[in-house]
């Protein structure tokens, strides 16, 4: 998924880098822990995110698996037609493993799946782990790695990285961004560093790919300058020693090779290259074809990049059923758009399958951005061929997976994949819908069902990429807001719940490039909106009392923080500083504001402020690891609740059968576990409602209760979209 503005996280090196040999069991299915049962279901988007892996396993009909850059990895359901997801069961402190990097099967053992997890490989991430399963994924062992890996990072659509030696199924190998080639000899149990004639590097892509052709394996190297001098493949016969492979291309449209693919009946390798990984910043690029037999390397570039026309080459697949049949992709072609090149001949005549295609998504209406029609693609750099259908082909997108059965129409195959990363959450108390989400890369979505991707596709009039804030008012729930980046306005405003918008009359210049969050009054009558760069500059607030014509700045509202409207008092809103640890209020309608509590915890960006729906004052303050704070008179004081170890968002939700106030809902910790937790008390006692195998890695954005159903809580994460519970 794209991490860019407008959208979408200690460098070992040398013979000294081994992997970590201790080895943690992960259970799939684990008992409910102490708690309340709940059922966990996604809301169904549709996809959203960048799928860069598919693999069809080449002995078993049907049995496919995907992997995404921070939603972690699915396998393909034949008869139910759906991707199951596969690491749900990764849990808060794990965060950084639910980016996969790399993917592998083993021919020989149907059941046998590896994963290579890590999503960052900062100085601030965690270090990567490989998973593998012998049930195809219904159970996991893990080992950690003391190397990072970087599956939303940039090459991140290259590979596959992790490889089932051809010779002996004990044998895996794993290539690394920074740290050279790791081999397993115990079918991934433990990992050392291998052998290998290339120098890694703390700002490198280093091994792009690893694939088996015949008896030997093959590596893409990243690092290279594209020169003669510089190789950028290599190979081994022998497991032990790897050799530059001769004749190889050159030049700056064969820099980085991207991936491979090999013809067994041919015995032919090819090779797409571009002159950087990708996904972003590709402007030249070619294909080749090596003859693995006598050494001879043809260049069978479908259109060569050229003027206008810059793009890289991704994308490649072989028909396992008919020798010289040929699917590459095109990346970053944003002039003409991307497309796949199919050829039957082996290289010598291209068809691009682009120029005939029929897309449909009506099931996922939101691919049309905002147009009459979607676009074929972008972002394509997994392909895959189903080895026992020539006429089945996927291909994936920064946005969803689509899929052939002949060729010609396509539409996404997608059900079950959803890796959207949600920022804001609203359970409207009235209306048709009981969702509006607030998401990366797509806007806001108005869910009138939660089991289909909404038909109006995401909030249009303007279309946004990324939605910064997400408000209705709460005397007047026909009344929505939202703000976001997007080419044609920042703010917009609904009069029917969420189903329609239309921009704001006028905007704050600054809006165009520093969209923040936004608060409507109680009555809806007032506008606070507060600007904050994509780098985390904070900027003066704005008000507006005329629905968006006329906007005023407010100096004494803290920059960069979240307005928050109390729900009964239209004259009234908070915000709390996070940099001093201060709640600021107003009484005159956002006017002017002026600090009641102080001496709070300060420093985190992340610290959250909400208000109980219906109560005036009632004001809940999430300090993360510093606990959970409260104050009933308006935040002139706050008082730590006891028995909440660490809070990072919370939210209410109608409340139960004979109480008198709204269920909470937090994500945080009574004890040492983060986990979703509910009370019906006041916050006296809470019970956990997800369990070990509903984790989804952090989950601290946004929750919420629904103010119609008891019990029903809908969950925003990072990469896995909305999860939404109801008591089992």
């Not at 393909?76 to 996969?100: A, M, S």
């Not at 950690?144 to 939303?152: I, Q, R, Y």
């Not at 051809?166 to 990992?191: E, F, I, Q, V, Y």
Request: some cysteine; overall charge neutral.
């Amino acid at each position: 998924m794209r991490t860019s503005r407008p959208s979408r996280r200690v460098v070992l090196a040398g013979a000294a880098v081994v992997a970590g040999l201790s080895t943690v069991p992960l259970l799939s299915s684990t008992a409910q822990a102490a708690g309340q049962a709940y059922r966990w279901r996604t809301v169904v988007m549709g996809g959203t995110g960048f799928v860069t892996g598919v693999l069809f396993h080449p002995s078993v009909r049907g049995l496919a698996y995907a992997r995404t850059d921070i939603g972690g990895a699915y396998r393909w359901d034949e008869r139910g037609e759906r991707w199951v997801p596969l690491t749900d069961h990764i849990g808060w402190d794990d965060w950084n493993l639910l980016g996969v990097e790399a993917m592998a099967v083993d021919p020989q053992h149907p059941d046998r799946l590896y994963l290579a997890l890590g999503t960052y490989a900062q100085p601030w991430a965690g270090n990567g782990a490989v998973l593998r399963s012998e049930d195809r994924g219904n159970t996991w062992q893990r080992t950690d790695l003391a190397v990072k890996l970087g599956a939303n990072e940039d090459g991140r659509g290259c590979g596959e990285r992790l490889l089932v030696d051809p010779r002996d199924s004990d044998t895996l190998w794993l290539g690394t961004r920074h740290d050279g080639l790791l081999k397993s000899t115990d079918r991934g149990a433990s990992w050392r560093a291998a052998e290998f004639p290339a120098d890694p590097s703390g700002t490198g892509q280093g091994v792009t790919f690893l694939v088996a052709a015949g008896r030997a394996v093959y590596a893409g190297w990243g690092d290279s300058d594209g020169t003669a001098d510089s190789p950028n493949l290599y190979r081994t016969s022998d497991g032990t020693t790897w050799e530059p492979v001769p004749g190889r291309p050159t030049g700056a449209a064969a820099k980085v090779p991207v991936r491979a693919a090999y013809d067994r009946h041919t015995r032919e390798l090819y090779v797409t290259y571009a002159d950087a990984p990708g996904p972003n910043g590709q402007t030249d690029g070619s294909v080749h074809r090596l003859c693995t037999t006598d050494g001879g390397w043809t260049e069978v570039t479908p259109v060569k990049p050229g003027g206008t026309d810059t793009f890289g080459y991704g994308g490649v697949a072989v028909d396992a059923r008919r020798p010289g049949t040929v699917v590459v992709s095109t990346n970053n072609r944003w002039a003409a758009v991307d497309t796949l090149y199919r050829t039957t001949d082996g290289g010598r005549s291209w068809t691009s399958l682009k120029d005939t295609a029929v897309l449909d998504v009506s099931e996922t209406p939101y691919l049309k951005w905002g147009e009459d029609e979607p676009k074929f693609g972008w972002w394509i750099q997994a392909v895959a061929l189903d080895p026992y259908d020539s006429r089945h082909l996927v291909y994936g997108t920064g946005a969803t997976l689509y899929g052939t059965r002949d060729l010609r129409h396509w539409a996404p195959q997608i059900r079950g994949l959803e890796e959207t990363s949600v920022r804001q959450l609203i359970s409207p108390p009235a209306g048709k819908a009981h969702l509006i989400s607030g998401n990366g890369d797509i806007g806001v979505m108005y869910h009138e069902s939660l089991t289909a991707s909404p038909a109006r596709g995401m909030a249009a009039n303007p279309v946004f990429g990324t939605a910064t804030g997400l408000a209705q008012a709460a005397a007047r729930p026909s009344y929505v807001v939202r703000a976001g980046w997007g080419d044609h306005g920042n703010g917009a405003y609904s009069e029917d719940g969420g189903r329609t918008w239309a921009p704001f009359p006028a905007q704050p210049a600054i809006a165009k490039d520093a969209p923040g969050p936004i608060a409507a009054n109680a009555d809806g009558s007032v506008l606070l909106w507060s600007f904050v760069h994509w780098d985390g500059t904070p900027y003066a607030a704005r008000r507006s009392a005329d629905n968006g014509a006329t906007w005023s700045e407010v100096a004494t509202f803290p920059k960069g923080a979240t307005p928050v409207a109390d729900p009964v008092d239209p004259s009234v809103f908070y915000a709390f500083d996070t940099a001093t640890g201060t709640l600021h209020a107003s009484t005159d309608g956002g006017l002017t504001f002026a600090a009641r509590a102080g001496g709070l915890s300060s420093g985190d960006r992340e610290f959250q402020l909400a208000v109980a729906p219906g109560r005036s004052g009632d004001l809940w303050l999430s300090l993360k690891w510093n606990g959970l704070h409260r104050s009933t008179d308006g935040g002139a004081t706050f008082t730590e609740v006891a028995g909440c170890r660490a809070s990072y968002t919370l939210g209410f939700g109608r409340a139960a059968k004979g109480a008198s106030y709204p269920a909470v809902y937090v994500v945080g910790s009574t004890e040492a576990i983060t986990a979703v937790y509910r009370s019906d008390d006041e916050a006296r006692t809470w019970v956990r409602i997800n369990d070990d195998r509903h984790q989804w890695g952090w989950t601290g954005t946004a929750v919420t209760g629904d103010p119609r159903i008891h019990g029903r809580v809908y969950l925003a994460t990072n990469g896995r979209g909305v999860q939404y519970g109801e008591p089992a």
